[in-house]
């Protein structure tokens, strides 16, 4: 791509305008494979995720929004090792009292390199420390990637897929399934610094944010899929105005619902430590519930592979072969913080509704083991949750 070509794509800040209409012309374009135009009433969202703080408080949201309908969850390693990952998901589900969401387990390290954990940040369980008891509920059998298949696959066009952890599972699935970037309604990822606002600099080195940084072979692979591609990175997630300081824990500490004690708590173990809690990933899951919130831009990004000083940093490209990415650029942080603290603090309705085809019930050995007042059970068992 031409310098001036980039530089018109940046100057492309109309709110997701182009990302719309080349949504549409998916819809559109025959692919030779059914697609199907029926809108589902609420739209269908997969979870890849690395819990970890701020991933956990993205699934708080999520279950705490009505208008999205949480199929299942992936895991991969990251923050923690992909079982702790793992662990997470299902020991915050649990708590929440929800059972019919399936978590399965995805890659234990990036492609091509060793993990590098974050728990010096995340705590020794990946969630600060909260106590939550160890999950009951099995895993989903399959791995993440044939998870993801399956469920995209049997909703073409219908399933946007929320990644908030490094994207190796999702690599693999795109690998393994190469119809897939296709069929999905779009990919909505936390990761990269793009220079686009004073914020978008490095987390994990000067310039590399942690996700992309961890498998950046991943992203590239990812990045190129074809796919429609939402990025929100650390220009958006390091702005101020998007962060919880001690005023905002105030206000969860002074909820009385299970989602509002465990927010309080996770929050608190970063604001401690940091000043402010960043929520990285639940500004990604917010794109699917107010894309109004972000002002994106469309560009070809390139992700750089090789090791050393520069490895994991995204950049902008002037390359004419990188396909348009849809890159956060500017968010109204005050709103999002209203969302995000209204959806944590209400009280879920019977309407809530998640899981889908892989849904199950529980099975009479996991049964007896549940209290049918999870939280309640949660709360009393465990200190560090008593209010
Ligand atoms: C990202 O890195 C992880 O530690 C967070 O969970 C988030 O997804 C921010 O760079
Ligand atoms: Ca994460």
């Known amino acids: 791509m031409k310098k001036s070509k980039v530089r018109d794509c940046l100057l492309t800040t109309d709110k997701c305008h182009s990302a719309r209409s080349e949504e549409s012309k998916r819809d559109s374009s025959p692919i030779g494979l059914r697609m199907t135009k029926r809108v589902a009433k609420h739209p269908q969202v997969i979870l890849d995720m690395d819990p970890g703080i701020d991933d956990a408080l993205a699934l708080l949201l999520a279950l705490n929004s009505p208008e999205i309908q949480i199929l299942g969850i992936s895991t991969v390693a990251g923050n923690a090792s992909v079982e702790m990952t793992s662990a997470n998901a299902r020991r915050v589900l649990e708590y929440m009292g929800v059972t019919n969401i399936p978590v399965a387990m995805g890659a234990a390290k990036p492609l091509e390199h060793p993990l590098v954990n974050a728990l010096s940040y995340h705590g020794s369980d990946g969630l600060g420390e909260c106590g939550l008891p160890s999950p009951m509920l099995s895993l989903h059998p399959a791995k993440a990637w044939d998870f993801i298949a ?5 909703a073409p066009g219908e399933i946007t897929l929320v990644a908030t952890g490094p994207l190796t599972n999702v690599a693999h699935a795109f690998k393994l399934h190469p119809e897939l970037p296709k069929f999905l309604t ?7 610094a793009y220079g686009l606002t004073p914020y978008g600099k490095g987390n994990q080195t000067p310039l590399a944010e942690f996700n992309i ?3 950046p072979e991943a992203a590239y692979i990812v990045l190129n899929s074809g796919a429609v591609i939402y990025a929100v990175g650390l220009d958006v997630s390091t702005n101020p105005t998007t962060c ?17 004690r465990l927010a ?14 960043e929520l990285h990933d639940p500004l990604a899951l917010a794109v699917l519930l107010d894309t109004s919130l972000f002002n994106f831009i469309s560009v070809p990004v390139e992700i750089v592979t090789r090791d050393g000083w520069d490895r994991g940093i995204t950049h902008i490209s002037p390359s004419d072969s990188s396909q348009l990415i849809h890159v956060a650029a500017g968010v109204d942080g005050a709103r999002f913080l209203k969302l995000f603290l209204s959806r944590i603090l209400r009280t879920p309705s019977n309407t809530t509704h998640h899981s889908g085809p892989f849904a199950r019930p529980i099975i009479p050995s996991e049964a007896k083991n549940l209290d049918p007042s999870l939280s309640l059970r949660v709360t009393k068992t465990t200190s560090k949750l008593e209010k």
């Open 264 to 277: 309080a708590q996770l929050a608190e173990y970063v604001i401690k430590r940091h000043g402010r809690c």
């Open 213 to 215: 940084w961890q498998d």
């Open 244 to 260: 919880l300081n001690n005023q905002h824990l105030e206000q969860l500490k002074a909820g009385h619902t299970p989602a509002a």
């Open 186 to 192: 779009k990919l909505v990822f936390m990761g990269g």
């Open 150 to 154: 399956q469920l995209v696959s049997g």
